[in-house]
């Protein structure tokens, strides 16, 4: 997705403002001049004046569409593997500590390697296979305690 | 010499030698696959050495992206996509040689040279640290606040695009430093009430988000196109690169002093020190007119440009702890995780754990003709990995890597979100490397900046009044005013010739 700089511009110039008004409600440092307020005050003037920058050579450029989309959106199938890309670490996020590593991991891989076209009959044994090395990598070498969620009762 | 005595002793630990093995084949094969990067590969390695003492961690970054950097020859050869951004500059030129059945001689010259320029690289980085950390031992907040202002304005100009979404990307890293109460007022910033931001980013996630899943969303959105390995074997590599380094000795040594020049300099690394180096290389030439057609000169002058653009890119690393590029960028938070804070001091109090480094750095680019050898040997297997399966995979490999260092759900948000900012920036040519230098220094900028104003009681000219901070800082506002003083030479030079043409 790539935008208009002209609507870049004025973004940047939102978020600089904000953080300057942000940064007015920190309260100063005991006996001395500066304070935490000043480095984001900075920041965001500086921000602030890119977006400007942008915003009047944006102008400069012309062109009439605020938001050009890539080619891909046009294929529904390339937007498909976006947002299930996305949707899959959301995913991981929310049910890893219920359904335990294992079924995540394996679900995770299961479905991106199906839209990603890999055949379906490598799927699940790849799938299986990269979760348990995975596992064996970092909860039995590295000690990371990945959750076991449904299958607590088979934890080692 | 004691130091230096201890320092193979170190070496020499197995756990250490096996660490290097392995991170060789592992950087061999993400800079041999198109569309994993070298950086990639050190953010992924990060959260498998979490656990690791500081030596083969450090090892297996070093190790890995030397491997990686040179790999990215293989398919930039074979398949006219290069391997890693850092062989992008010469890949037309090495396909070319391939089509005129020169493969063996390119592929060797690419090995040979990466290996060249990595050690030039690596002598250039083990004779000026040292010395730069003597006078770095004189520096104070003054110094060390220009060093950092002046490291990321080279940051903003040498991005590729415009300076100004460079400006833009510096200052949206900076703002991502300023989260947190890790402050001088220890006041929690931006941290919208939550806990886990309390400290601010962790740089581990971060850094897994914008060079790893951000790559995996870049394969999402494109099609995949199944690379069609050519099926011919690869003779012998190493034949004629005798001749060619007494033909072209100029190139390669001018190709290692640029890289490591611009390796050096923060924010630009072997990516940009490829491009500079190959422009250079056919504007020196006898015979530019080849350029394009298969010559060999600019592979031999480009191909060591990056790799010592990679050893060099530790010089202020190490020294000052400003990275000199975005791999440097991370192993410097590793370096802080390991007790090893980067600094001057380190030379004094470690050196032996330096001198360590230094022996990895050696060992990483003569190992690199060896295996990578066994590597032109066996890319077309390697290529033929399928990465509709290879993509998920380092997706899951992120997701449990992120977790890992905190072992917090947060993380893999974290993760998550800096991936789509990447993606984003890069989609709208916005330049990443400025975005991860203010990231990374943003903190030691604003301590250095307070504790200067303190000292100096709010009078600005204190931060000229030390020779060195003088220099530097006017060094810095001669780089800021430029673009200024172009356009103003621009503007009068359209001006006197509008005249010229209303007078006649």
């Known amino acids: ?17 904000t953080i300057v008004a942000c940064a007015l409600t920190f309260p100063p440092m005991p006996g001395q001049n500066i304070g935490p307020a000043l480095f ?90 990269v979760t348990l090395a995975l596992h064996f990598g970092f909860y039995t070498l590295l000690r990371v305690p990945l959750p076991w969620g449904w299958l607590e009762r088979f934890a080692w | 010499m004691q130091h230096v005595l201890e320092a193979f002793r170190l070496v020499c630990d197995p756990l250490v030698l096996g660490v290097v093995l392995g991170s060789a084949l592992f950087g061999l094969f993400v800079g041999a696959m198109p569309g994993l990067t070298a950086t990639m590969a050190v953010a992924l390695l990060v959260p498998v050495t979490f656990n690791l003492p500081p030596l083969p961690a450090i090892a297996a970054m070093v190790t890995a992206t030397a491997m990686a950097i040179f790999a990215g020859d293989i ?59 003597e006078v770095a031992l004189k520096f104070s907040s003054f110094e060390y606040f220009w060093l950092v202002t002046l490291g990321l304005t080279c940051a903003v100009f040498i991005a590729p695009g415009r300076p100004l979404k460079g400006l833009a990307s510096l200052l949206i890293g900076l703002l991502i430093a300023t989260v947190g109460f890790e402050n001088p007022a220890a006041y929690p910033r931006f941290t919208f009430g939550s806990d886990e931001l309390m400290s601010g980013f962790q740089l581990t996630p971060v850094m897994i988000g914008m060079f790893a899943v951000s790559e995996v969303i870049r394969y999402a959105v494109t ?24 033909k072209y000795p100029l190139a390669a040594l001018r190709g290692s002093a640029l890289g490591t020049v611009v390796g050096a300099l923060p924010g630009a690394g072997a990516d940009i020190a490829a491009w500079i180096s190959y422009g250079l290389s056919k504007r020196f030439s006898k015979t530019p ?34 990275p000199g590029d975005s791999i440097t960028a991370i192993v410097i938070g590793v370096l802080y995780l390991k007790g090893m804070n980067p600094g001057p001091t380190i030379f004094i109090e470690n ?8 022996i ?25 990995v399928p990465r509709n399966v290879l993509m998920p995979v380092i997706l899951l490999f992120c ?12 993380d893999v948000g974290v993760m998550l979100a800096f991936g789509l900012l990447a993606w984003f920036m890069e989609a709208n040519r916005f330049p990443i490397a400025p975005t991860i230098l203010g990231l990374v220094l943003g903190g030691m900028l604003e301590q250095n900046f307070v504790t200067s104003m303190i000292k100096a009681d709010g009078a600005p000219g204190a931060f000229f009044g030390r020779p060195i901070a003088g220099t530097l800082g006017v060094a810095t506002l001669l780089v800021w005013l430029s673009p200024l003083a172009l356009r103003w030479r621009r503007g009068r030079r359209a001006a006197r010739a509008d005249k010229v043409a209303r007078v006649s």
């Open chain 2, 75 to 133: 398919p930039g050869a074979l398949l006219r996509i290069p391997g890693t951004p850092a062989s992008a500059a010469y890949c037309d030129e090495a396909y070319a040689m391939t089509r005129n059945g020169e493969a063996e001689t390119m592929l060797g010259a690419g090995l040979v040279f990466s290996a060249i320029g990595g050690l030039f690289g690596t002598v250039v980085l083990v004779t000026t640290a040292p010395a730069l950390a």
């Open chain 2, 351 to 358: 050196p032996q754990n330096i001198y360590a480094v230094f």
């Open chain 2, 399 to 410: 997701v449990v890597g992120a977790f890992a260092i905190n072992n917090s759900i947060f």
């Open chain 2, 289 to 322: 007119e080849k350029y394009g057609t298969g010559h060999v000169e600019g592979v031999i002058e480009a191909g060591s440009a990056n790799n010592s653009a990679l050893s060099a890119a530790w010089i202020p690393a190490l020294v000052f702890g400003v």
């Open chain 1, 1 to 17: 997705m790539r935008l208009n700089d002209t609507l870049s511009g004025w973004l940047m110039l939102i978020l600089g403002l």
């Open chain 1, 40 to 129: 984001p005050q900075i920041i965001g003037g500086g921000l602030a004046f890119c977006g400007v920058a942008l915003v009047r050579s944006g102008r400069r450029a012309g062109g009439p569409a605020w938001v050009e989309m890539d080619d891909w959106v046009g294929r529904p199938r390339m937007v498909f593997n976006f947002a299930l890309v996305v949707g899959a670490l959301v995913f991981y996020a929310l049910a890893v500590d219920t359904l335990g590593f294992f079924i995540t991991g394996f679900v995770f891989l299961a479905g991106l390697f199906f839209s990603f076209g890999v055949r379906r009959r490598w799927i699940a044994p790849v799938a299986a296979a």
């Open chain 2, 223 to 246: 099609r995949d196109v199944p690379l069609e390995v050519p099926k011919q074997g690869i003779g012998r590599i190493f034949r004629g690169q005798g001749a060619l380094l007494r």
């Open chain 2, 360 to 384: 990895i750095f050696f060992l990483a680019n003569l190992l690199m003709l060896p295996l990578g050898w066994m590597a032109i040997k066996a890319a077309k297997n390697v290529l033929r």
